[in-house]
C-alpha cells in the first residue's frame, strides 16, 4: 500500500491558513481603512519569565508592543488608530452580513491543487474538535487520519488500514500530520476573535519592497497591514521546537472591500525582508460557506531557487519565483458539518 498523506500539505496548509488570517472580530464597524498619516515604527514584541511556581506553564511569556502579556483578541494598547481602523475594517469585511456566529468545531473542504504548474490534485480535508483530521485524495482513494484510535493510512480498494506506529521510520508521516492537525486548530482558532493573540499590529506607510514587478502595481493600491502573532504558525519548520515564538504576516487589502489581495509571510524578528521561509500569497474570488468568508483561490510563490544560489547568504538578492509553488481552489466548503469521531476511524471490514 502507499504510504503518503493524501493531499500535499503545504498547498493545503496556506489555503486554511491564508482563509484563517481574515478572521472576524464582533462588532467591527467601519468597512473602508480610513486614509490617515502612517504610524510610527512600534518596537516588536518580546519575552519575559514566567512567575515563580509556573509550574507546567511556559518558560517566558509573550509580550505585546505595549509590554503587556498577550491575550486573546486583545490589540496592544499603543496600536496605532490608521492600524487598528483598517484592522477593523479587514474584520466586519470578512464577517458578511451576519452578526455573530457559533464557534467553529468541525469543517470539509474540497479542493484542487496544481503544484508547480505540472502536477494536479483533488482531495477532501475534514477535522473535528478536539484534535481529529482526515484527508482522502481523489485518484488514489488513499485516506491519512488521526481519530480516537490513533494514526492511520486507510486503502479503501484494498479495505487495509496500516496503523502508523512511533518509531523513527514514520516520523515523517508522522510529522505531516502533526501540520495538518495545527493547520486545523489555527484555523478554528482563526474563525473565533477571541483567540487570536496580538503582538504587534501597524499601517504600513507603503507595499513591502520584496513584492514582484508582476504584482507591484496591484501592491501599491492596497492598504498594507503589518501583523505579528504566535497564533500564525504559516512557516514549516523541522521540529516543532525550532519553531519561533512570533510569526509576521503583512497583508494587503483591498481599498474598496478590505478582504486580503496579498500577503507575505515570515518568521518574525529577523532583519531580512526576505528569508529562505518567506511566502508571498495571492488570494482570490472571496466566498461566504456557512457565515465564513475565505478565499475560492490561493496562489503561493517561493523563494526562487535560483537567487538563493546567487544570493549565497546576502538575503537582499532573495527574490520569488514568477510562477505559483501552488494554486489552491476550494470547490466546496461545510462549516460544522455533522462530523462524528467514527468517521476518523478507519472503516471495519
Known amino acids: 500500500m502507499s504510504r503518503r498523506v493524501p493531499i500535499p500539505v503545504p498547498a493545503l496548509g496556506l489555503l486554511v491558513l491564508a482563509s484563517a488570517?481574515?478572521?472576524?472580530?464582533?462588532?467591527?464597524?467601519?468597512?473602508?481603512?480610513k486614509p490617515t498619516p502612517p504610524p510610527v515604527e512600534?518596537?516588536?514584541?518580546?519575552?519575559?519569565?514566567?512567575?515563580?511556581?509556573?509550574?507546567?506553564?511556559?518558560?517566558?511569556?509573550?509580550?505585546?508592543?505595549d509590554g503587556a502579556p498577550l491575550a486573546p483578541g486583545r490589540i496592544p494598547a499603543n496600536t496605532d488608530?490608521?492600524?487598528?481602523?483598517?484592522?477593523?475594517?479587514?474584520?466586519?469585511?470578512?464577517?458578511?452580513?451576519?452578526?455573530?456566529?457559533?464557534?467553529?468545531?468541525?469543517?470539509?473542504?474540497?479542493?484542487?491543487?496544481?503544484?508547480?504548474e505540472k502536477?494536479?490534485?483533488?482531495?477532501?480535508?475534514?477535522?473535528?474538535a478536539p484534535g481529529w483530521v482526515r484527508?482522502?485524495?481523489?485518484?488514489?482513494?488513499?485516506?491519512?487520519?488521526?481519530?480516537?484510535?490513533?494514526?492511520?493510512?486507510y486503502d479503501p480498494d484494498k479495505h487495509v488500514a496500516q496503523k502508523i506506529e512511533v518509531t523513527r521510520e514514520t516520523e515523517s508521516d508522522r510529522r505531516q500530520l502533526d501540520d495538518m492537525l495545527a493547520i486545523a486548530r489555527n484555523f478554528v482558532a482563526l474563525t473565533d476573535p477571541k483567540s487570536l493573540r496580538i503582538a504587534r499590529l501597524a499601517r504600513m506607510s507603503a507595499p513591502p519592497p520584496v513584492v514582484g514587478p508582476d504584482h507591484?502595481?496591484?501592491?501599491?493600491?492596497?492598504?498594507?497591514?503589518?501583523?505579528?502573532?504566535?497564533d500564525f504558525r504559516l512557516v514549516r519548520t523541522t521540529t516543532p521546537g525550532d519553531r519561533p515564538a512570533l510569526y509576521r504576516v503583512q497583508l494587503g487589502l483591498d481599498a474598496k472591500t478590505s478582504l486580503p489581495v496579498q500577503a507575505l509571510v515570515h518568521e518574525?524578528?529577523?532583519?531580512?525582508?526576505?528569508?529562505?521561509?518567506?511566502?508571498?500569497?495571492?488570494?482570490?474570488?472571496?466566498?461566504?460557506?456557512?457565515?465564513?468568508?475565505?478565499?475560492?483561490?490561493?496562489?503561493?510563490?517561493?523563494?526562487?531557487?535560483?537567487?538563493?544560489?546567487?544570493?549565497?547568504?546576502?538575503?537582499?538578492?532573495?527574490?520569488?519565483?514568477?510562477?505559483?509553488?501552488?494554486?489552491?481552489?476550494?470547490?466546496k466548503a461545510q462549516i460544522n458539518p455533522p462530523l462524528t469521531a467514527d468517521a476518523f476511524r478507519p472503516p471495519k471490514k
Open 21 to 33: 488570517l481574515a478572521a472576524p472580530v464582533p462588532g467591527a464597524q467601519d468597512p473602508t481603512p
Open 42 to 65: 512600534q518596537p516588536a514584541g518580546g519575552t519575559k519569565p514566567a512567575p515563580p511556581g509556573a509550574g507546567a506553564q511556559p518558560a517566558e511569556v509573550l509580550l505585546g508592543s
Open 81 to 116: 488608530a490608521a492600524a487598528k481602523s483598517a484592522w477593523d475594517a479587514l474584520l466586519a469585511a470578512t464577517l458578511g452580513a451576519a452578526a455573530e456566529r457559533k464557534p467553529v468545531t468541525s469543517f470539509s473542504l474540497e479542493i484542487d491543487v496544481v503544484v508547480k
Open 119 to 128: 502536477n494536479q490534485a483533488g482531495g477532501q480535508y475534514d477535522y473535528l
Open 135 to 153: 484527508a482522502r485524495l481523489d485518484k488514489t482513494k488513499n485516506v491519512s487520519m488521526r481519530g480516537p484510535d490513533g494514526d492511520f493510512f
Open 216 to 230: 507591484a502595481l496591484r501592491a501599491k493600491e492596497l492598504v498594507w497591514l503589518d501583523v505579528e502573532s504566535p
Open 268 to 331: 518574525a524578528g529577523g532583519k531580512a525582508s526576505v528569508t529562505p521561509n518567506t511566502l508571498f500569497l495571492e488570494l482570490a474570488d472571496w466566498r461566504l460557506y456557512d457565515g465564513t468568508r475565505v478565499p475560492k483561490q490561493v496562489k503561493t510563490y517561493e523563494v526562487d531557487e535560483r537567487s538563493l544560489a546567487a544570493g549565497a547568504g546576502d538575503a537582499t538578492k532573495l527574490r520569488f519565483q514568477l510562477d505559483p509553488t501552488s494554486d489552491v481552489v476550494i470547490t
